[in-house]
């Protein structure tokens, strides 16, 4: 873990960064581990980041085609531009938004930036209890260590996109295209050659690359039977997975357990798991969950104010900021302790730039 932390510190660097637009510099800065949402069976607390804001809204559902709240609350004003509220009682399964009022307009209501569960095509939310999505063993689950000389060198990386590893007609993989599909053992196609998993181990590789699989905006996760195809680089929400490699993506703990499901085969067979993240951009711009809780700060600006566009993805995210690289490195870290990822390979690692000399990278604790 001490690794992970040093090496996200060195990726978004450490030298003194200027930002364009001095007024973002001036926004409190949020050190607590909170953001997002805190679940238990006797109350849910909620907090968002939105110094801007001047009232705060969060809006609660009973399923993801509710088209009435079940239940508004204001929120209240927390420390260092954060609003928050604690709901009492067991709201587990249902769905929630945010919405803020900045200059008198409200915005729109959006996904929790944070939320680490989502329902069906990342439009909301979802309360869940993260323990409840834990296959058997899973926390006896652990890394396989490199055989031999055990070196970082040694690695042999295998790079893949999910769907196309096991949606051929003849993988004879019954999963096809799925997180489950990937976790099948022993498959083989007509002429009894391994196929997917199987067929990576007997290639003597050490980890799998997998191209995006946190929840990505372009495919309709209500049609899963349509052909669509994606690689996953539009970033929707972070910390959950994406739902059209779920055999129910209407289910937020469906798609998380069989993700760790697969993580745990892919262990359990001597192989390690790379992650493809992309913090670079997010699909959406101006729309964005993002920008609607805090205009502006997230991105990258031109110096009339409109979006930066380094990536060629119509915006940048402004890893400079604090709290843009606070959110890269906790959710780099969630993904790690809470899916036991191995490794992670960040897309457009040249746009990420440093923050400034006046906040240093973590203390790490001992070896």
Sequence with gaps: MNLLIAAACLLIGSSASTDSLPGYGQYPIY??????????????????????????????????SSSAPVKV???????????????????????????????????????????????????????????QTDPPGWLLDKNPAFSGANHPTDAVIYELHLRDISVGSGSGI???????????????????????????KELGITHIHVLPFFDFNSVDESRPDSPQYNWGYDPLNYNAPEGSYSSNPSDAATRIRE???????????????????VYNHTALTGSSSFNELVPGYYYRHNPDNSFSNGTGCGN??????????KFMLESVLFWT???????????????????????????LPGP
Aim: glycine residues 8%.
């Design 31 to 64: 050190t607590g581990k909170d953001l997002g949402l805190l679940y238990s069976p006797l109350a849910s607390v909620f907090r968002i980041w939105s110094p801007t804001a001047e009232q705060a809204r969060l809006y609660l559902y009973r399923d993801d």
């Design 73 to 131: 609350i204001e929120l209240t004003t927390g420390t260092d531009g954060t609003w928050w509220t604690s709901l009492k009682g067991d709201w587990k399964d249902f769905r929630y938004t945010f919405s803020v009022r900045i200059n008198k307009e409200w915005h729109k209501e959006v996904t929790d930036p944070y939320a680490k569960a989502v329902g069906l095509n990342g439009k909301r939310a979802v309360i869940l209890n993260l323990r």
């Design 174 to 200: 019954r999963q096809k295209g799925k997180f489950a599909g990937l976790a099948e053992w022993d498959t083989k196609n007509a002429d009894g050659l391994a196929t997917g998993l199987s067929h990576l």
């Design 259 to 277: 993700l760790k499901e697969l993580i745990a085969a892919i262990h359990r067979h001597g192989l390690r798991i790379i992650m493809d993240v």
């Design 316 to 325: 940048e995210t402004a890893s400079e900021r604090p709290m843009f690289r």
């Design 337 to 363: 302790k809470e899916y036991h990822i191995d490794g992670f390979r960040f897309d457009l690692m040249g746009v990420h730039d440093g923050p400034p000399a006046t906040l240093p990278c973590p203390t």
